[in-house]
């Protein structure tokens, strides 16, 4: 593990009162959200639920918005863009698009855990235009070509 990168953190005024972002335990990679808003998500729908903060990530790095396991396997709760990306410019406030994969309701009420952010380096790559690219022994096979 490296050192920590410095994130500016903004409460914003619907986020008042609520727990911030933080590590579960010692050793966890992401940091746990809450939300910030009560809502119920039917079976198959998806809601951009309020997170009550804003960030500003240091330039060459993003934040990965990621579900947690456990909403998952207990609720078929999970974000459906994930991992969601938070840009270093992004200065609106972070959402956690959650969609309902299970078969009942699932209540979110404020200060509920429903994400956890994992800070990512971002390596930008530059495109070379060609007519042909090199060949290899895969060439086009993909999407099972090597078998199960
Ligand atoms: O789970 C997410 C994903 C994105 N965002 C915010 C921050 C991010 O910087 C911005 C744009 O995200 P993205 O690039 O994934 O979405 P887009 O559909 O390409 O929107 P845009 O055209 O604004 O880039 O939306 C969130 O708050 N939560
Ligand atoms: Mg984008």
Do not use: W
Not at 1 to 20: E, V
Not at 42 to 50: D, K, T
Not at 99 to 106: E, M, R, V
Not at 113 to 128: G, S, T
């Amino acid at each position: 593990m490296t050192g920590p990168i410095h994130i500016a953190f903004k409460r914003l005024p619907h986020g008042a009162g609520l727990p911030l972002p933080h590590y579960a335990s010692d050793g966890a990679a992401g940091m746990d959200i809450v939300a910030a808003e009560t809502l119920t998500l039917a079976p198959g729908s998806r809601r951009a639920v309020a997170t009550g903060f804003a960030i500003a990530i240091p330039p060459g790095y993003e934040v990965q918005v990621r579900p947690r396991s456990g909403l998952a396997l207990k609720h078929g709760i999970t974000c459906l863009n994930t991992p969601g990306t938070i840009d270093s410019d992004y200065r609106g406030e972070v959402k956690v698009i959650l969609a309902n994969l299970g078969d009942t309701p699932f209540d979110v009420t404020p200060g509920d855990r429903i994400a956890q952010l994992v800070p990512a380096p971002v390596q930008r790559a530059m495109l070379a235009e060609v007519a042909e690219l090199d060949d290899t022994a895969r060439g086009s096979g993909g999407f099972g070509s090597t078998g199960r």
